[in-house]
């Protein structure tokens, strides 16, 4: 089967601009993540969506970000302005339910610079 | 708050030894599950193990083991007969029951050489 797609791959922006990521999860997951991986650190959840409800933004800092599950299968995830503190990796993972029951299938990520 | 902790930033091997990696974490609840994900250069994470904390008996997948003490709260990762392939972060990571958030440390590179 196809993996977790996400595009693009890398990107570089001035501070202030505004940036998208894209993820095509593996068909028929019905949950779907992103983490941010800050170098140096271990990734952090952001959002995670069941179909297209959020279930846990908790950690989604939504004056600057926002996340949305259109249809229950491809995510996008924005900022808007960007800080330099957001320079980092963008992980999206999906499963076909729970994640502890039937595994996560992450992609490669994109990583973001901001200059 | 549950907290992992991975205390050896980097870890080297040679071609064939066994290597440990250690983690410990920080919790408060009984039941939970613990896992080793594994990220090479690709930066795609992939799952190496993972263990249910109400079992006592330690994983094992192939060459991977973990030693699992709970009421020390450590769980280390044996890596048997290393390979090249194996060169790698390794991240060790929590999630609570009930919920599908795992919470990563700051992982271990590991580096096997020939």
């Known amino acids: 089967e196809a993996g977790v797609a996400q595009s693009p791959r890398y990107k570089i922006i001035e501070k202030r601009q505004s940036v998208a990521f894209w993820c095509n999860p593996i068909s028929g997951h019905a949950t779907l993540y992103w983490y941010q991986q800050i170098l140096g650190q271990g990734p952090k959840l952001l959002i995670q969506?069941?179909?297209?409800?959020?279930?846990?933004d908790s950690q989604l800092p939504k004056d600057r970000f926002s996340a949305e599950r259109l249809k229950g299968v491809d995510s996008t995830l924005k900022i808007q302005p960007a800080k330099l503190e957001d320079s980092a990796v963008y992980l999206c993972?999906?499963?076909?339910?729970?994640?502890?029951?039937?595994?996560?299938?992450f992609g490669s990520g994109t990583r973001l610079t901001v200059v | 708050a549950q907290t992992v902790t991975q205390s050896q930033p980097e870890m080297s091997v040679q071609e064939a030894e066994t290597v440990t990696l250690s983690c410990t974490y920080d919790t408060s609840e009984s039941n939970y599950y613990l896992f080793w994900y594994k990220q090479p250069p690709s930066r795609q994470m992939i799952l190496v193990i993972r263990?249910?904390?109400?079992?006592?008996q330690n994983a094992t997948e192939n060459r991977f083991s973990v030693n699992f003490q709970k009421a020390a709260k450590s769980f280390s990762l044996k890596i048997s007969d290393s390979q090249l392939g194996d060169t790698a972060m390794y991240f060790c990571?929590?999630?609570?029951?009930?919920?599908?958030?795992?919470?990563f440390g700051t992982g271990t590179r590991l580096q096997v050489f020939p």
């Open positions: 993972a999906s499963s076909l339910d729970s994640g502890w029951t039937y595994g996560y299938t």
């Open positions: 969506f069941q179909n297209n409800g959020v279930v846990d």
């Open positions: 990571a929590f999630m609570k029951v009930d919920t599908d958030k795992l919470i």
């Open positions: 263990q249910e904390a109400y079992k006592q």
